[in-house]
């Protein structure tokens, strides 16, 4: 069983910054993809950034140009930075792991940005 862990998230105004950093008890080296996906009160969840332990992230449109998606392969951790916040991202971001096929998933964590 795959253990993730997120941290960061908060309230911060429009035009602020956020850092959210996500660690995984991954114990093998198989290839496994690290992201971020977010869902917002009556919305479904979508994807924010991903990347593959051998590769470069991808970003959903919304968010290219603001956030900016980091992996440390050796730690098994993610960094996902948040800049020029909006009000339209505000939702619950959940750290997503997929290794084998299979997604494990964070607690998700709240981020609030206020016009």
């Known amino acids: 069983q795959v253990q993730v862990a997120e941290s960061g998230g908060g309230l911060v105004q429009t035009g602020g910054s956020l850092t959210l950093s996500c660690t995984a008890s991954?114990?093998?080296?198989?290839?496994?993809?690290m992201g971020w996906y977010r869902q917002a009160p009556g919305k479904e969840r979508e994807l924010v950034a991903q990347m593959w332990s051998y590769g470069s992230p991808n970003y959903a449109d919304s968010v290219k140009g603001r956030f900016t998606l980091s992996m440390d392969s050796a730690k098994k951790m993610s960094t996902l930075q948040m800049n020029n916040l909006r009000p339209d991202d505000t939702a619950v971001y959940y750290c997503n792991v997929r290794l084998v096929g299979q997604d494990y998933w964070g607690q998700g964590t709240q981020v609030t940005v206020s016009a």
């Open positions: 991954i114990s093998v080296f198989n290839r496994y993809s």
